[in-house]
C-alpha cells in the first residue's frame, strides 16, 4: 500500500503464497481485498496491515475480486471457472454462480450493487442477479479471452476488453429489471407496461422480478403520497422521458 500524494510505501501486507493477480479498496477505504494464485481471497485492515480473513473456497487460481459499492458483499472469479459472493463482514460465501466454460478472469459490481458481471476465457460476459444468482444475461461476440469487465456509473452500459485487440461497449439489456435514472430519481419499468415512480436518491436499490417487486432499502421503507402534492393530479407531467 502507497500513499498516493508521495509514492512513499506504507504497508506491506503478507500472507499469499503465491502471485497476488487482483486487489481492491473497499469503498469506506477501511478494508483491502486480494485474490491470489494460492487458490485464496483474503481481507485486509487498510489501518493495521492485518490480515482479517482468508476465503478458501475456490479450488483454483482466484484472478479478479471487487467489493460491492456498499462494501456489503465481495465478489470473485476463479480459474475454477466459478464466481463467488461473500459476506464482507463475516467471510461466509453466500453463492456460487456457474456457467462460465472458462476461466474468470474478471468480476465487476453494479455501482448500486444489484448486478454482478463476469467474464471469461469462453469469450463470454455475463450478468448476473445478486440477490437470487440467476444469470440474465450473457454477451458474447469477442473472439477471444476477455479480460476486463465494467459498469458505467448508472449501469445502463458495460465495458469489456479481450485479447481480440477490441473494447466494446455494450447497452444492457433490461429484462424484467426496473432501473432508475442516478440523475432524477425517476424509475420507469420496461416499455408498455406503463410503470412509473419516483424515489429519493440514494436511499434505494430497486429490482424486479417476474413474480414481484422488491425495494431493499438502507433506511427502512418510503411512503410517497402524491394525491395532495402541490401539483394535484397533474403531478405526472414533471416526468420528461
Same mark, same amino acid.
Given at each position: 500500500?502507497?500513499?498516493?500524494?508521495?509514492?512513499?510505501?506504507?504497508?506491506?501486507?503478507?500472507?499469499?503464497?503465491?502471485?497476488?493477480?487482483?486487489?481492491?479498496?473497499?469503498?469506506?477505504?477501511?478494508?483491502?481485498?486480494?485474490?491470489?494464485?494460492?487458490?485464496?481471497?483474503?481481507?485486509?485492515?487498510?489501518?493495521?496491515?492485518?490480515?482479517?480473513?482468508?476465503?478458501?473456497?475456490?479450488? %483454483?487460481? #482466484?484472478?479478479?475480486?471487487?467489493?460491492? +459499492? &456498499?462494501?456489503?458483499?465481495?465478489? @470473485?472469479?476463479? $480459474?475454477?471457472?466459478? =464466481?463467488?459472493?461473500?459476506?464482507?463482514?463475516?467471510?461466509?460465501?453466500?453463492?456460487?454462480?456457474?456457467?462460465?466454460?472458462?476461466?474468470?478472469?474478471?468480476?465487476?459490481?453494479?455501482?448500486?450493487?444489484?448486478?454482478?458481471?463476469?467474464?471469461?476465457?469462453?469469450?463470454?460476459?455475463?450478468?448476473?442477479?445478486?440477490?437470487?444468482?440467476?444469470?440474465?444475461?450473457?454477451?458474447?461476440?469477442?473472439?477471444?479471452?476477455?479480460?476486463?469487465?465494467?459498469?458505467?456509473?448508472?449501469?445502463?452500459?458495460?465495458?469489456?476488453?479481450?485479447?481480440? %485487440?477490441? #473494447?466494446?461497449?455494450?447497452?444492457?439489456? +433490461? &429484462?424484467?429489471?426496473?432501473?432508475? @435514472?442516478?440523475? $432524477?430519481?425517476?424509475? =420507469?419499468?420496461?416499455?408498455?407496461?406503463?410503470?412509473?415512480?419516483?424515489?429519493?436518491?440514494?436511499?434505494?436499490?430497486?429490482?424486479?422480478?417476474?413474480?414481484?417487486?422488491?425495494?431493499?432499502?438502507?433506511?427502512?421503507?418510503?411512503?410517497?403520497?402524491?394525491?395532495?402534492?402541490?401539483?394535484?393530479?397533474?403531478?405526472?407531467?414533471?416526468?420528461?422521458?
Amino acid at each position: 500500500m502507497w500513499n498516493a500524494s508521495t509514492g512513499a510505501e506504507l504497508k506491506q501486507l503478507n500472507g499469499h503464497t503465491d502471485w497476488v493477480k487482483s486487489v481492491a479498496f473497499s469503498h469506506n477505504g477501511i478494508y483491502i481485498v486480494s485474490g491470489s494464485d494460492d487458490k485464496s481471497v483474503r481481507v485486509w485492515d487498510t489501518s493495521t496491515g492485518a490480515e482479517l480473513q482468508k476465503l478458501t473456497n475456490h479450488t %483454483k487460481k #482466484v484472478n479478479s475480486v471487487a467489493f460491492s +459499492h &456498499h462494501d456489503v458483499h465481495i465478489v @470473485s472469479g476463479s $480459474d475454477d471457472k466459478s =464466481v463467488r459472493v461473500w459476506d464482507a463482514s463475516t467471510g461466509a460465501e453466500l453463492q456460487q454462480l456457474n456457467g462460465h466454460t472458462g476461466f474468470v478472469l474478471s468480476v465487476a459490481f453494479s455501482h448500486n450493487g444489484t448486478f454482478i458481471l463476469s467474464s471469461s476465457s469462453d469469450r463470454s460476459v455475463w450478468v448476473w442477479n445478486t440477490l437470487t444468482g440467476e444469470a440474465l444475461h450473457q454477451l458474447n461476440g469477442h473472439g477471444g479471452y476477455v479480460r476486463s469487465v465494467a459498469f458505467s456509473h448508472d449501469g445502463s452500459h458495460i465495458v469489456s476488453s479481450s485479447d481480440d %485487440k477490441s #473494447v466494446r461497449v455494450w447497452n444492457r439489456i +433490461h &429484462h424484467g429489471i426496473l432501473w432508475t @435514472s442516478t440523475m $432524477d430519481g425517476w424509475i =420507469v419499468s420496461l416499455p408498455g407496461q406503463d410503470h412509473l415512480m419516483w424515489m429519493p436518491q440514494g436511499i434505494c436499490e430497486i429490482t424486479h422480478h417476474p413474480y414481484s417487486t422488491l425495494i431493499i432499502s438502507q433506511k427502512g421503507y418510503v411512503h410517497l403520497d402524491l394525491q395532495s402534492c402541490k401539483l394535484g393530479s397533474n403531478w405526472a407531467e414533471c416526468y420528461k422521458p
